[in-house]
């Protein structure tokens, strides 16, 4: 197997349809780009983060999303863009979450990222919401 370099960036892009089986798609592939990349020990995190901006971009859209990985200067950068241009509700602690049944998404991904946020996109295209994972 060739020597992998971590200091060559690389951006994978995955249009996904409005339908429920889209998260665990998006979760496996993000795992197997990770591994094939030398960063299975992101994984388990990532994989949460892009779950939970995937979740939300299913569950508050009718439409189409898409899940974006990049790395670059061993920062592993996850974005879920949707086509509703409200821009998400900011997330409680999760220790106020505890008991809540929903909407513990966003919190558990600001508690989980290094760096967070989102922004809704010009002429009313939707949004994108993004995350940023040290790779220290």
């Keep these: 197997m060739p020597e992998i370099d971590l200091a060559e960036p690389w951006q994978y892009s995955l249009s996904i349809p409005h339908d429920p089986r889209a998260v665990t798609v998006c979760r496996r592939t993000l795992r197997l780009v990770l591994t094939l990349h030398g960063l299975i020990r992101l994984a388990d995190t990532a994989e949460l983060l892009a779950t939970e901006l995937i979740s939300n971009a299913a569950l508050h859209?009718?439409?189409?999303?898409?899940?974006?990985?990049?790395?670059?200067?061993?920062?592993?950068?996850?974005g879920a863009w949707d086509a509703n241009p409200e821009p998400p509700e900011l997330p409680g602690t999760l220790s106020c979450l505890t008991d809540a049944?929903?909407?513990?998404?966003?919190?558990?991904?600001?508690?989980?990222a290094d760096l967070w946020g989102g922004q809704p996109l010009a002429s009313n295209r939707g949004k994108y919401v993004r995350c940023e994972l040290a790779a220290a």
């Excluded at 049944?101 to 989980?112: D, H, K, N, T």
């Design 101 to 112: 049944e929903s909407g513990r998404g966003l919190a558990l991904v600001r508690a989980c």
């Design 61 to 78: 859209t009718e439409g189409p999303a898409l899940l974006r990985v990049r790395w670059s200067t061993g920062v592993l950068r996850i």
